[in-house]
């Protein structure tokens, strides 16, 4: 399915971003991949991007947990890749699906040190709240559209969280993918390695937060009208606001980046929506703006 090839570009994108920093971080490093009856086929492109850091590996621990049923042909496929890891990498295979990931993440002793989840099943707390046991903890979780994620997530201690649905073009079925860490730092390259997919994946985004639920096409300069609708309902709930707060915003409550809301912002000015203070000058963090209803108001 195009949703698969979709979540497994995102989970070896972000592992490409977040291994070099944790091994960087700590001796002990652990990667959880769990898989009810998802794609596990994620599984090996994840143990290829730990080959591609056997350098890195040197005076260090990396654990990789696989939990995945029914893919019989799976130990075959990653002892393949297993062989060309270095001693310092451990994987282990395990039958089971996502339920089993709070046992296997304390049997390794995954919650003292950097903890990367790929979840692809339920919103489980029990589950999520293990994922979030790492120091620090990052969680991908592919689930069902209108699943409580991001409050599921927020509530299993997750700082920061983000959610995107993956919308087939051919009519299939969509799943929601949610992101959660402890780090601005981090979203934001989730956010580009979003916007940085393959155009042509037969897949399009819809940004949950967004009323109107317009799909949009993978860009590396998305369509800013549905972000441009959002910040005005946030200047219209909140009232004016900096550019760095809408920034922020952007990044946090919808599928975008942050500096994406810069050029929303530069388009809401030319339309007339938004005014700014200064009037004038450089278009930076601390200019405050204010939406066309707050300056109607007696």
Do not use: C, N
Request: proline share 7%.
């Amino acid at each position: 399915m195009p949703t698969d090839a979709v979540l497994r570009e995102l989970l070896v994108r972000h592992l490409e971003t977040w291994l070099p920093g944790a091994l960087h971080r700590a001796r002990r490093v652990t990667v959880a991949l769990a898989y009810d009856d998802g794609d596990a086929d994620s599984a090996e492109a994840a143990l290829r991007v730990v080959a591609e850091y056997a350098d890195r590996l040197r005076g260090r621990q990396l654990t990789v947990l696989v939990l995945a049923a029914g893919t019989e042909e799976l130990p075959a496929r990653l002892g393949a890749v297993e062989a060309d890891l270095p001693a310092e990498a451990t994987v282990h295979l395990m039958p089971g699906g996502t339920a089993r990931l709070p046992v296997a993440l304390k049997a390794a002793g995954a919650t003292g040190g950097p903890l990367l989840s790929y979840v692809d099943g339920p919103a489980d707390p029990a589950v999520l709240t293990a994922a979030a046991a790492g120091r620090p903890a990052e969680v991908l979780l592919a689930t069902a559209p209108g699943a409580p994620a991001r409050g599921a997530l927020a509530d299993a201690g997750f700082a920061l969280a983000t959610e995107v649905e993956l919308v087939p073009a051919d009519g299939g079925p969509a799943r929601l993918l949610a992101f959660a860490t402890g780090s601005d730092k981090s979203l934001e390259a989730f956010k580009e390695a979003l916007w940085a997919v393959d155009e042509f994946a037969g897949v399009r985004y819809r940004d949950p937060a967004d009323p109107a639920g317009r799909l949009l096409d993978i860009a590396l300069a998305p369509e800013p009208g549905p972000l441009r609708r959002e910040l005005l309902a946030e200047l219209a709930r909140s009232g004016p606001r900096t550019v760095t707060e809408l920034r922020r915003y952007a990044l946090t409550a919808t599928v975008y980046r942050s500096a994406d809301a810069v050029r929303a912002l530069t388009g809401l000015l030319g339309a007339g929506e938004v005014t700014r203070d200064p009037e004038h000058g450089r278009f930076g963090g601390d200019v405050v703006v204010t939406g066309r209803d707050a300056r109607s108001t007696p």
